[in-house]
């Protein structure tokens, strides 16, 4: 073999292990990887290790990703969060978005929770940090104090409602935002209508968390507003029985199931005694939605005193303006709870 048919050969067998060198080198990179969809979530102080882990049910091939993740040094900056994987993703765009640190935004909700504590499990299911960080962060007395609260009250100042956050939240970020997201529910016009009330914002929350646990029914809240609204208005007793059954729960324990007061519970010695004490409870009995609180600020007009649930409009109530209608409406009521064998 002469001079140049060996440079030909030696320069074809280069140009050859050259190709596959950047075949190989082109595939790490730009060849797909992911295998199937999902959310990638990842902890605060992770490090590349653990991202390994908890990306490799969505990798075809691990050494390639690790090899890009390398190159690119996104060991050095990995951002914790929730991550939207989708399916063939190449190593090159995957590390780009983990790098980027451009999350999911989670959708963050809760309803009328009844403390603290159910509050905090909630939301721990939904961003990273436990229900005993954010129980924490939500009972701290400092900030309570700060924001204008007192420990009664504090838990009126989440709206329940849907919010955006990022995943890996702080408990102290989220009670922020709750704040600030409070201070915007109040605005001009609710202010201006809890005014005319003659209500403090604490005693509309106080009042709607009442009608809240009053019905079930959203139409007939107004109404259910605007009956404890005419008693308080004419410094009556509200004699509203969800406030015994608060202050019979905070002395037999959350668990306790009542379903019907008795006589004998309305003697209970507590501030929130709606039948022995004038005006509303110190606080909030529960955590009332929005319909409940525009309820309050937006009554309609009618001169009803008493109500009482009704037997054939489940769920709803029997309203009476004299007491002599509303003793016949809780007779049957009461007949009607001796039939279906409901005694406590």
């Known amino acids: ?36 969809e999902g959310f ?8 590349f290790e653990n991202v390994e882990n908890l990306i490799r049910p969505f990798l075809k091939r691990v050494k390639p990703f690790t090899w890009v993740a390398n190159k690119k040094k996104y060991p050095n900056s990995i951002k914790p969060g929730k991550y939207y994987i989708s399916k063939d993703l190449n190593n090159n765009n995957l590390i780009n978005l983990l790098r980027s640190g451009k999350q999911t935004v989670v959708k963050l909700s809760f309803n009328n929770q009844d403390t603290f504590e159910k509050l905090a499990g909630r939301i721990s299911e939904q961003i990273e940090p436990d229900s005993i960080s954010i129980l924490n962060t939500l009972t701290n007395i400092s900030f309570i104090t700060k924001a204008g609260f007192k420990k009664n009250t504090a838990i009126g100042m989440y709206i329940p409602n849907t919010y955006e956050f990022y995943w890996n939240t702080s408990a102290e970020t989220f009670r922020s935002k709750m704040l600030n997201e409070y201070n915007k529910f109040w605005n001009t016009s609710r202010l201006e209508k809890a005014k005319s009330l003659n209500l403090s914002k604490n005693e509309v929350i106080t ?38 059954i608060f202050a019979l729960k905070n002395k037999l324990g959350n668990n306790t199931v009542i379903k019907r007061v008795l006589t004998k519970d309305l003697e209970i010695i507590s501030p929130y005694n709606t039948y022995k004490n004038n005006g509303l409870p110190p606080g909030p009995i529960a955590m009332p939605d929005i319909s409940s609180i525009d309820a309050v600020l937006n009554p309609p007009t009618h001169k009803y005193y008493y109500m009482c649930a009704s037997i054939t409009n489940i769920g709803k109530h029997e309203f009476a303006k004299t007491l002599a209608q509303h003793n016949k409406n809780a007779t049957k009521y009461q007949l009607w709870l001796n039939k279906q064998g409901v005694n406590r």
Do not use: H
């Open 40 to 47: 990638l979530y990842i902890p605060t102080n992770s490090n």
């Open 1 to 36: 073999m002469n001079l140049k048919k060996l440079f030909i050969l030696i320069f074809s067998l280069l140009i050859i292990i050259g190709g596959i060198l950047g075949y190989n080198f082109y595939n790490r990179i730009y060849k797909p990887n992911t295998i199937k």
């Open 207 to 244: 009042l709607a968390s009442i009608v809240q646990k009053e019905t079930s029914n959203i139409s007939e809240r107004p109404m259910v507003a605007r009956l404890y609204l005419n008693r308080l208005k004419d410094k009556w007793p509200l004699q509203a029985d969800p406030t015994i």
